[in-house]
C-alpha cells in the first residue's frame, strides 16, 4: 500500500540556526502534500501546505519544496525558535471517494536548543 | 468557535469493555475522520464519513465502528476493548469540495486511551 517515510525521527538544532525535514512517498498520484505541527498534548495543527502544481512554497520562516520526479517533499524552517520545538509530521494524499485521505509520515520530534 | 472538541479526554478501560468516543465540530464540515496515533507510527486513518448518515473504513478499521447521525457529531466505538487499541485517538474534519479548502483536515485535542 501507500506509505510515507520520514527522516528524522529526532532533530536538535541551536536557536538560530535552520531545520530540514524530509519525507518520501510511494503513491504518484498524491498530489496534495501538508505538514502538521503537534505541539505536547494537543492534536496536530496544519503549518504550510503545498499542491503537486507547485515546486515550492515559502511562509515567513517556514517552506516546502517538492520534487514530483523523486517524489520527496521537504520542509525548511529557518531562524528556529525555542516554540518550534514540537513533533512535525508530513502527508501525502490525493482526492479519493470525494475526500482527501492523508498518509501521514511517522513524525519528526525538534528540539530547538536555547 | 470551539472548533473540534473531543469527549473524554482520557480513559481507562478493562479488556472486553466497550466505550464511545464523542467528536464534534461547530465549523458546518461535511467530512469527518477518526485517527490512532501510536509511538512511531504516526497517524493513522480508522474510519472516516463524508457526510450525515455515512461512514467508510479507512487504514485500519478493525475492531472499531463509528456513525454519523448529525453532520456536527462523529463517534467512534469500542465494542470489546483489546489492548492492541491503547493509543491515542484524534478526530478531524474539513470542508467539502465545495467549502473552499477542502483539503485541509482541522484536528481535535485528542482522547488518551488505555485498556489494561
Known amino acids: 500500500g501507500e506509505n510515507v517515510e520520514q527522516h528524522p525521527s529526532t532533530l536538535s538544532v541551536q536557536e538560530g540556526d535552520s531545520a530540514v525535514i524530509k519525507c518520501t512517498y510511494s503513491d504518484s498520484a498524491s498530489n496534495y502534500f501538508p505538514w502538521y505541527k503537534q505541539e505536547l498534548g494537543k492534536g496536530p495543527q496544519l503549518i504550510i501546505d503545498?499542491?503537486?502544481?507547485?515546486g515550492e512554497k515559502k511562509d515567513q520562516r517556514i517552506a516546502v519544496t517538492l520534487n514530483k520526479t523523486a517524489k520527496h517533499f521537504s520542509l525548511h524552517i529557518t531562524e528556529t525558535q525555542p516554540e518550534d520545538s514540537a513533533v512535525y509530521f508530513c502527508a501525502a494524499s490525493r482526492a479519493t471517494s470525494g475526500t482527501y485521505k492523508y498518509i501521514f509520515g511517522t513524525g519528526t520530534r525538534l528540539k530547538v536548543l536555547a | 468557535n470551539a472548533g473540534v472538541t473531543q469527549t473524554p479526554k482520557f480513559r481507562v478501560l478493562k479488556t472486553g469493555q466497550s466505550m464511545t468516543l464523542l467528536c464534534a465540530q461547530d465549523?458546518?464540515?461535511?467530512?469527518m475522520y477518526w485517527y490512532r496515533q501510536d509511538p512511531g507510527m504516526g497517524l493513522r486513518l480508522i474510519h472516516y464519513s463524508v457526510g450525515e448518515g455515512t461512514t467508510a473504513k479507512g487504514e485500519v478499521p478493525d475492531g472499531y465502528n463509528v456513525s454519523r447521525l448529525k453532520k456536527q457529531n462523529f463517534l467512534l466505538g469500542l465494542e470489546s476493548a483489546a489492548p492492541s487499541q491503547t493509543s491515542v485517538y484524534f478526530c478531524a474534519s474539513s470542508y467539502s469540495r465545495q467549502g473552499g479548502r477542502w483539503n485541509e483536515q482541522f484536528f481535535g485535542p485528542g482522547t488518551r486511551l488505555t485498556v489494561l
Open positions: 503545498i499542491r503537486s502544481n507547485v
Open positions: 465549523m458546518n464540515h461535511e467530512y
